[in-house]
């Protein structure tokens, strides 16, 4: 397994789904993990179960969103760990909608969340890195910032920010050390997918979960495990000759549908 032994790492939503994974699989690497999320008692649950299993988190509330929020938990941060080496942005929201039935408000949610909240992340965090040398940023995109999704209009939108801020950034701080990359998954079975069955198939989900899981040519969805391997490799020195890149994991989906 690559290892982040020493390094301090910020993951953004880091308190579950995806996450959550790459929380603990960082910490397993031997990172000290700084979980930013809004439900601040989900982060506390987060750190503790990392803490109990011998490794080092902590959590801070952190609304991406709001400027202020992101300050203060980065400077807690860096009180607590003595630095940023690694900032995984990952905290995001879904919408459903077309470019007619998106409502304006929602359209702006998902843009304050997923586009505003990196660029905010970004700007806070990258000076820190620059001073201390270098850094890696990992973003969390989508498939849907590549090729098409039904009735993910604003989704679809935020993603395809997400995936060419990515190129910005490798490119416009490729002389202070610091690496940026981005991951693309499919469908992941994270609580967000248990959640929209329930909430919108609640007299068939199970059969709703075969069709989704189905979707892929692998036959399922993605578990977050497989992402945060992906996120350690390219977050670690593994994957020092790797910047500018986006990786897509989707089970086939781009590929090989028929």
């Not at 308190?15 to 439900?39: H, M, N, P, Q, T």
């Not at 009735?151 to 920010?161: C, P």
């Not at 198939?201 to 709703?208: A, G, L, Q, S, V």
Request: one cysteine or more; glycine letters at 8%.
């Amino acid at each position: 397994m690559s290892s982040l032994a020493g390094k301090a790492a910020i993951i953004t939503g880091g308190a579950s789904g995806i996450g959550l994974a790459i929380s603990e699989a960082f910490a397993r690497a031997g990172a000290s993990v700084a979980i930013f999320d809004f439900d601040k008692d989900a982060g506390v649950a987060a750190a503790d179960k990392i803490k109990s299993s011998g490794h080092s988190a902590l959590s801070f509330s952190c609304d991406i969103s709001d400027a202020a929020s992101i300050q203060k938990a980065l400077k807690e941060t860096i009180d607590a760990f003595g630095g940023v080496d690694i900032l995984v942005n990952n905290a995001g929201v879904a919408n459903i909608g077309t470019a007619t039935t998106t409502a304006e408000d929602d359209f702006d949610r998902v843009m304050n969340v997923n586009v505003k909240g990196v660029y905010q992340c970004l700007k806070e965090v990258l000076p820190v890195m620059m001073e201390s040398g270098g850094g890696v940023v990992l973003n969390m995109s989508s498939i849907a910032a590549i090729t098409a999704l039904k009735d993910r209009f604003a989704y679809s939108a935020s993603k395809g920010a997400v995936h060419t801020m990515t190129y910005s950034v490798a490119t416009d701080y490729l002389e202070h050390g610091i690496r940026c990359n981005s991951i693309c998954p499919a469908r992941v079975h994270t609580p967000f997918v248990d959640g929209y069955l329930e909430k919108n198939y609640p007299e068939n989900k199970d059969e709703m979960f075969e069709k989704l899981s189905k979707v892929q040519p692998l036959g399922r969805m993605a578990k977050p495990e497989e992402i945060a391997k992906m996120a350690l490799y390219l977050c670690s020195d593994d994957s020092s000759y790797i910047t500018g890149q986006s990786f897509n994991i989707d089970g086939g989906y781009l590929n090989l549908r028929v």
